[in-house]
């Protein structure tokens, strides 16, 4: 018999990603009590998404949000609680959270991880919550961002750019940051002008070779539109005005 110690298999499933909650009877167990006294049985006027812990990634933890009625609610399970007590007796996070709270939305993406920031006022101050996924539920959450921006859940950005297309120049300046621009009409109808800045990085083992680290600057009718991308990493940030 092998005494070899077997590795656990943590490859991303599809039973890890992020699903639409549809009706109070698909309500993760954890959550059920306090989602429906939440609610008071009202669960027609949200939007549920519930995302799963993945065993791909450490950071990563169970968490379910709704959207609707001018207002966000978020439930998460405490990962430090949870491994010292029952499943039962884990101490849940909530918050509740007014969209006119809401002062910056950020999104993050690297690889196969992504995340949508919000930035919003609190009682003690500034304070952020953090919602991340796999960039292949991008149905669950662009409806969300778009939602949190004041648009129509289905608004789609290059219907919008193909009425008032972006500028050619910023097209042969840096073919990167002109297709993650059109993130930029969530806060208009279009632009012209625009700040663009980059910077080569050499690699320590092979100084031969370089990684462009980029920076996009865009003022839209509704608020300031920044880019930055470096490598795998590309962040949008949408300042609400």
Not at 51 to 60: C, F, G, I, T, V
Not at 89 to 116: D, G, S, W, Y
Not at 122 to 143: C, I, M, T
Not at 153 to 168: G, I, L, Q
Request: charged share 25%; hydrophobic share 35%.
């Amino acid at each position: 018999m092998s005494n070899k110690k077997q590795i656990p298999d943590k490859r991303p499933t599809i039973s890890e990603w992020p699903v639409r909650i549809w009706s109070m009877e698909e309500l993760p167990p954890q959550y059920d009590a306090q989602v429906r006294g939440w609610l008071k049985n009202d669960f027609s006027d949200y939007d549920f998404v519930h995302a799963p812990k993945r065993s791909s990634n450490d950071e990563s933890f169970d968490y379910m949000f709704g959207y609707g009625n001018d207002r966000i609610l978020y439930i998460a399970k405490d990962s430090v609680k949870a491994a010292k007590s029952l499943e039962s007796q884990c101490n849940l996070q909530m918050l509740e959270i007014e969209k006119q709270q809401i002062t910056k939305v950020l999104t993050e993406r690297e690889l196969l991880n992504a995340k949508i920031i919000l930035h919003y006022h609190a009682e003690n101050g500034q304070s952020k919550l953090q919602l991340p996924y796999v960039p292949s539920v991008y149905y669950l959450y662009d409806p969300f961002l778009n939602w949190l921006l004041g648009l129509e859940k289905e608004f789609v950005p290059a219907v919008a750019e193909a009425e008032h297309p972006r500028p050619e120049k910023l097209y042969h300046e840096s073919l990167a940051m002109y297709n993650y621009s059109m993130g930029a009409y969530r806060l208009g109808s279009g632009f012209s002008e625009y700040q663009y800045e980059s910077k080569p990085h050499r690699c320590k083992w092979m100084p031969w070779k370089k990684t462009l680290e980029e920076w996009l600057k865009i003022q839209m009718e509704r608020g300031l539109f920044e880019l930055h991308s470096f490598g795998y990493f590309t962040e949008c940030v949408y300042h609400i005005s």
